[in-house]
């Protein structure tokens, strides 16, 4: 009985302190990344994505080891991409040139997208059918937010 009358005096204690503390003021424009107020709301900037068909893109780099290649060309011929509606495969569904990239030609996609069935046939796999989970088209814009990522670098 004891413990439990000197447990709650201790807590009613912690809370009356706690009660008179000065209360901790947070900026409104100290809450996320952006350093303006959350009230404000910016307006992102104009933005295209490149009017580029596939024939006229080349190649964009990989920023790390097997980083998803990035779309060099227009998407909004080929959209939607889901299972019932994807183009991406009218052109990069080759798979007897995985692996072997021709220059002009569209890149193949990676065995990693197929299944083998027990006749040795690939078909695409049900998981790899929304490209663009992963395949991002580019656009030339700034950055959000400050980033030092480097792909190449070795791991800590």
């Known amino acids: 009985m004891k413990f439990k009358t000197a447990l709650f005096s201790g807590l009613l204690g912690l809370a009356w302190s706690l009660s008179n503390a000065d209360p901790v003021v947070i900026l409104d424009d100290s809450l996320g ?3 303006v107020s959350v009230f404000n709301v910016p307006v992102p900037s104009v933005f295209e994505y490149s009017k580029l068909d ?5 190649v964009l ?3 790390w080891e097997d980083a998803p290649p990035q779309v060099p060309h227009r998407l909004d ?5 889901n299972a019932k509606s994807n183009k991406c495969l009218e052109c990069h569904e080759e798979p007897d040139k ?4 021709v220059k ?5 996609m990676s065995a990693t997208h197929y299944l083998k069935s027990e006749a040795g046939e690939l078909s695409v796999s049900n998981k790899r059918y929304v ?3 992963c395949h991002a088209p580019q656009a030339g814009v700034d950055t959000l937010v400050g980033n030092t990522f480097r792909g190449d670098a070795p791991a800590r």
Do not use: D, M, N
């Open 33 to 35: 990344l952006s350093p």
């Open 54 to 58: 596939p024939k006229e893109s080349g």
């Open 61 to 63: 780099p990989r920023y």
């Open 77 to 81: 011929k080929f959209l939607p991409v």
């Open 98 to 101: 995985i692996g072997k990239k």
């Open 104 to 108: 002009g030609k569209p890149t193949p």
């Open 131 to 133: 490209c663009t989970l």
